[in-house]
Structures are given as C-alpha cells and as structure tokens.
C-alpha cells in the first residue's frame, strides 16, 4: 500500500507519520488488493490562533473505481485522523464490497462484467 503523506503549514514528526501509517494499515490493509495509493494531507487551518482546526484530508484511490475522499477537521489532529481513516476504511469496505455484488450478480446472469 502506497502511502503519500503531507503536511501544511506545520512540521511532520515521525510519530505522526507513524500514527497514520499504523491506523491505514489497521484500518484498510483488509482491502488491500483494491488500492492503488493513498494520500493523506494534514493541515491547521487557523495557524497560532488556535480552534478546532486541525484538519486531515484522505484520498483513497482505488483500482477501477471512483477515488473515496475523507476530509475531518478537529482541534486534536490524532482525533482528527482517527476519525478521518475509520471513516475512509467504512467507505472503502462499503464500496468494494458493492462492487463484488455487482460483479457476481452480473456473472450469474450470464453477463459480462468488466472492471
């Protein structure tokens, strides 16, 4: 699984890197098969000022389907990857899923399916 990660505006420490390497790996490593590469851009979006601003964009994308794009914005940047890569891994999970009942209801019928 390729793994593209950016930060803006902010340094990217190690731990943060390996914090999202860890919970993509967790998270999507049962689908594997299905993804080309993912990117992943950390941004704080108020700078010095402070807020619930941190924000943690996913781009998902995946092999003959459309790409799963994710974006949540916190003001603890773990949380908001947390919550960004479960929310990727759902929709990852529901839409290969989709595409295998598609697959198997059209082979069934005697058609031809391309993917």
Do not use: W
């Not at 190690?14 to 992943?40: C, K, M, N, P, T």
């Not at 964009?57 to 092999?63: D, K, P, R, Y």
């Not at 003959?64 to 479960?86: C, F, G, M, N, S």
């Amino acid at each position: 699984m390729q793994i593209d990660i950016q930060a803006r505006s902010f340094p990217l420490t190690e731990a943060l890197r390996r914090h999202i390497r860890r919970r993509l790996g967790f998270v999507l490593s049962a689908r594997d098969e299905y993804i080309q590469r993912i990117v992943v851009r950390l941004s704080d979006i108020n700078g010095p000022r402070g807020g619930a601003d941190k924000c943690c964009h996913i781009q998902v994308v995946l092999n003959h389907l459309p790409d799963v794009v994710i974006k949540d914005t916190e003001a603890d940047l773990y949380a908001a990857i947390d919550r960004a890569v479960d929310r990727a891994g759902r929709t990852v999970g529901r839409r290969v899923e989709r595409q295998r009942l598609k697959m198997r209801s059209g082979v069934a019928h005697g058609q031809i399916v391309r993917i």
